[in-house]
């Protein structure tokens, strides 16, 4: 992708956030595209590309009114969505479509027209690990997370550090679901989920969503709001099988993802001022911090528990409150670059000053997937 060929020109989340009993999870996605339809001062008629995860694209631009000459339904888990951007900046340099809106909208808390839970039994994952006793997220991200802290000495009380930080930052977004302080103490007394996961270690389960409008950089000038740029993007998969990865203690997904977004930024570490990392669980944050390489392999713990993530430290992350404190639909990618372009655009809640650029990265499933974008407001 050539820099800064694309921009983000709109941007908005869903109207309400956590508990929405009153729409399905297709008008989630539709609440979310209007209200970033307005931001962008577009109409359903100049959207001509439309990507989605969870519902289908056709559904989408069908209930919107849109005829697209591209779609993406590219469905990895959470990090979807940010796929979904790497594609559109690939169709729009390549001229298959002008300008994309990637809808998210999940019904995660009320289940109103939403899927089912739980995988096929024929599945991979099916066959090969349920019958050990695995039963959804909390369980399964249990393994690599164990055998990460055993390897690197990182304590229970450090990882519950990560939940303390995040909380931090929430409370200082009127939008978060938690904001009340907690403490280190307050989250290993709180409920055992699945060893080592306490409840406050573990995201949230909301009701929400949020849209982009992506079109060119050229283009991206004339539009109302301040453009943020697409530097550099990445992904990859690693496997459905959480019990098959390489090495526990790091993901595979991650470092070629993130590395491939990074080096097409052509940036340094040094230069990234703000980073929203996926955490649905408490350890995420420790292994996208040391696969991106900003920390090294064991260290991201203490680079946390010396507070550099936190509220003016060296590297802001998940400033909205995350996954942990803020939301968590299901799929919690698109909160992630929400986040990002609001700092870029200078209106975040907890607002880092001078922020230039910023990253979002992502998982999909169980380390199974993830996608990273480097995010820009300096304009080319």
């Known amino acids: 992708m050539k820099r800064k060929s694309v921009a983000v020109?709109?941007?908005?989340?869903?109207?309400?956030?956590?508990?929405?009993?009153?729409?399905?999870?297709?008008?989630?996605?539709?609440?979310?595209?209007?209200?970033?339809?307005?931001?962008?001062?577009?109409?359903?008629?100049?959207?001509?590309?439309?990507a989605t995860a969870?519902?289908?694209?056709?559904?989408?631009?069908?209930?919107?009114?849109?005829?697209?000459?591209?779609?993406?339904?590219t469905s990895v888990g959470g990090c979807s969505f940010m796929i979904?951007?790497?594609?559109?900046?690939?169709?729009?340099?390549?001229?298959?479509?002008?300008?994309?809106?990637?809808?998210?909208?999940e019904s995660g808390r009320s289940r109103i027209g939403s899927g089912r839970w739980g995988g096929s039994p024929a599945s991979l994952s099916g066959q090969f690990e349920a019958p050990f006793g695995t039963m959804g997220p909390p369980t399964v991200f249990t393994i690599p997370v164990l055998r990460y802290?055993?390897?690197?000495?990182?304590?229970?009380?450090?990882?519950?550090?990560v939940a303390v930080v995040q909380r931090e930052w929430a409370g200082k977004n009127p939008r978060a679901s938690y904001r009340e302080p907690i403490t280190v103490a307050d989250v290993l007394n709180s409920r055992m989920i699945a060893y080592p996961f306490r409840l406050l270690m573990c995201c949230l389960v909301t009701d929400g969503g949020g849209a982009l409008i992506l079109t060119s950089a050229e283009r991206a000038r004339d539009f109302p709001r301040k453009p943020v740029y697409v530097l550099g993007t990445g992904e990859s998969v690693e496997t459905p099988m959480i019990?098959?990865?390489?090495?526990?203690?790091?993901?595979?997904?991650?470092?070629?993802?993130?590395?491939?977004?990074?080096?097409?930024?052509?940036?340094t570490h040094k230069d990234v001022d703000h980073l929203m990392i996926y955490d649905a669980f408490a350890h995420?944050?420790?292994?996208?911090?040391?696969?991106?390489g900003f920390c090294k392999p064991g260290e991201a713990a203490r680079f946390i528990q010396e507070r550099n993530t936190a509220p003016g430290g060296v590297l802001p992350l998940n400033t909205n409150g995350g996954g942990l404190s803020y939301m968590h639909s299901g799929m919690y990618g698109m909160y992630a670059m929400q986040e990002s372009i609001r700092q870029l655009r200078g209106v975040a809640a907890a607002q880092v000053p001078g922020a230039k650029i910023s990253i979002?990265?992502?998982v999909g499933g169980m380390f199974a997937a993830s996608g990273t974008i480097v995010f820009s407001n300096q304009a080319p």
């Not at 340099?93 to 002008?98: T, V």
């Not at 000495?153 to 550090?161: G, I, M, W």
């Not at 944050?285 to 040391?290: I, Q, R, S, T, V």
Request: glycine share 10%; hydrophobic share 40%.
């Open 84 to 105: 979904h951007v790497r594609h559109a900046a690939a169709a729009i340099n390549e001229g298959l479509c002008s300008t994309v809106l990637i809808t998210h909208g």
């Open 284 to 292: 995420l944050p420790l292994y996208g911090l040391e696969d991106l």
């Open 243 to 267: 019990s098959q990865m390489e090495d526990f203690t790091t993901s595979k997904a991650f470092r070629v993802s993130g590395k491939k977004a990074i080096d097409e930024a052509g940036i």
């Open 360 to 362: 979002a990265h992502g």
């Open 54 to 73: 969870g519902e289908s694209p056709t559904s989408v631009a069908h209930y919107l009114g849109i005829t697209p000459t591209w779609v993406d339904g």
């Open 149 to 161: 802290m055993k390897t690197y000495a990182v304590s229970e009380e450090q990882l519950a550090t």
């Open 9 to 50: 020109v709109g941007a908005a989340e869903t109207t309400e956030m956590g508990l929405i009993p009153n729409l399905s999870q297709l008008q989630l996605h539709a609440d979310a595209a209007l209200n970033t339809l307005a931001d962008a001062g577009l109409k359903p008629t100049d959207i001509d590309g439309v």
